[in-house]
């Protein structure tokens, strides 16, 4: 996972420009459209084009007003924003090792047999990510233990690679993180691919010894986001 550190002494981060809000509603993670130019160019996975188009996102929580009754969207310290953009970035780093992985299996038992599978096997992965931090001039802040101490950290994002959704390519949820059903029902075009994700579920299983499974499966073509894992499924 590569970390990005953006320097920036105004409002509008130097290197990253979200321009377009792309999806705003009851999830914690607010994802905009942005494009990442970072210097000097990356030379392996994002940031190798400049002005390259990307998801950034963000966690959130709202707040309730108790004279409006409307829950406001509220960012967390710079500190907790930090720590949850990490996690997030930790388990997609983990489901895309874990993805990659399956192929191999799949390579190995199709070397052993005798002809070929009667379907095409999808080629899939997790989209490129990337931490980006904004810095500023440092301010004394307060850290859990009451104690206060000196950051520069101003915001954290998970920068990922853009996923084209279109006319022809919607964004497909293919299983949920609570049921180990496929989404689409059978006669939908997407169903064969969610399957698919349900059978890399099992070589999951097994690979790991039955540790972990990839679950909430999502994304458009053959690229995919936001993942969790299940432990000990
Ligand atoms: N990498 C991406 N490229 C394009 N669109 C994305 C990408 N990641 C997320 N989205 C869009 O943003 C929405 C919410 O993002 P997601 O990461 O799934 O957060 P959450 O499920 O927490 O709301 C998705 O349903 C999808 O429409
Ligand atoms: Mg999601």
Redesign the pocket.
């Known amino acids: 996972m590569t970390h990005f550190s953006l320097f920036a002494s105004t409002r509008t981060p130097a290197l990253m420009e979200s321009y377009l809000s792309?999806?705003l509603?009851?999830?914690?993670?607010v994802?905009n459209l942005g494009r990442l130019t970072p210097s000097p160019l990356a030379v392996s996975g994002l940031g190798q084009t400049r002005h390259q188009p990307v998801?950034v996102?963000q966690p959130y929580y709202r707040v309730k007003d108790r004279t409006s009754g409307y829950a406001n969207i509220t960012r967390y310290t710079p500190a907790l924003e930090t720590s949850k953009i990490h996690k997030d970035a930790n388990v997609h780093y983990w489901a895309h090792a874990l993805l990659s992985s399956t192929y191999p299996f799949i390579d190995c038992a199709l070397s052993m047999s005798s002809e070929p599978p009667p379907f095409e096997i999808p080629h899939v992965r997790f989209?490129d990510a990337a931490v980006a931090i904004t810095h500023s001039e440092g301010t004394t802040v307060q850290v859990r233990s009451g104690k206060t101490k000196y950051s520069t950290v101003r915001s954290c994002y998970l920068v990922?690679?853009?996923?084209k959704?279109d006319a022809e390519e919607e964004?497909i949820k293919y299983i949920h993180n609570s049921d180990a059903k496929p989404l689409p029902d059978p006669d939908d075009p997407h169903f064969p691919l969610a399957e698919f994700f349900v059978f890399t579920q099992h070589v999951q299983y097994k690979i790991t010894g039955g540790l972990a499974i990839i679950s909430d499966f999502?994304g458009s073509g053959d690229?995919l986001?936001?993942p969790q894992i299940l432990t000990h499924p």
């Open positions: 792309i999806a509603t009851v999830a914690c993670l994802t998801a996102k989209v990922e690679e853009l996923i959704v964004f999502q690229l986001t936001d």
